[in-house]
């Protein structure tokens, strides 16, 4: 029995190398290019999630009140949102732990109930501008808000709470190649790009309530909360 004791931890461990050996030639099998895409999608669904319809109207918005000004905030805010990505997404596999337990352990169960408040109350806002966007888009085809939106709300419980995690991967994949066409709306609005590429590198900035109230806007539509979790 001792000696069965003494040999269970080294069997596990070999059992461990055999496993991964296993997945490590089941990956050299597959083609590069899937392996790739394999990580990628979940990049794409990730990224797609930030156009949501409230990034759409506060980027529209931003457009139409001033024009090419604000777009030099759009590299600070990449380079921002990178890092914060990158910062979760570490803590996440070196603890192997999420955000809420993270603060727990770290400054306690009154600061992690504070800003497990604050993101309830960030992320519900953002889920009512998701389905106010699906109600407006839905006008656009003369379908009515009260129709487009129970309709909505109940194809999206079946397909996370009855479909698996590869439907639902490919589902939003699908939904991603919308973004597509903001490329092609690039082209087709015939911009002045030598106007662009000045804004582009030539901050900006005024005091003015509107426009700090704007440019705070564009940070949060940016980095929202839900997708720090």
């Known amino acids: 029995m001792a000696k069965q004791q003494i040999d269970a931890p080294g069997e596990g461990q070999r059992l461990l190398r055999r496993s991964a050996q296993r997945v490590r030639r089941r990956i050299e099998r597959r083609p590069r290019l899937l392996i790739y895409l394999a990580i990628f999608g979940p990049g794409v669904i990730t990224a797609s999630a930030g156009n949501d ?37 570490r803590m996440g596999v070196v603890t192997g732990k999420g955000l809420a337990d993270l603060i727990r352990e770290r400054f306690g169960v009154r600061w992690t109930a504070l800003v497990m408040l604050a993101l309830l109350v960030a992320n ?50 699908a939904m991603s190649l919308v973004f597509l066409g903001y490329v092609v709306a690039a082209f087709l609005s015939h911009p002045a790009w030598t106007t662009v590429a000045r804004e582009l590198v030539h901050p900006h900035f005024e005091l003015a309530p509107a426009y700090l109230f704007t440019f705070v806007a564009v940070i949060g539509t940016t980095i929202s909360p839900y997708m720090q979790v």
């Open 53 to 89: 319809a409230g990034g759409i109207a506060t980027f529209a918005s931003v457009g139409a009140d001033h024009g090419y000004q604000l777009l030099w905030v759009l590299i600070p805010l990449t380079f921002s949102l990178g890092i914060v990505q990158e910062m979760c997404a």
């Open 124 to 173: 519900g806002g953002v889920t009512v501008s998701e389905f106010v966007g699906i109600a407006a888009a839905m006008e656009l085809f003369g379908i009515a808000r009260y129709i487009s939106v129970p309709i909505a709300a109940i194809a999206i419980w079946w397909l996370i709470v009855k479909g698996s995690y590869q439907r639902v991967e490919r589902v939003f994949l």
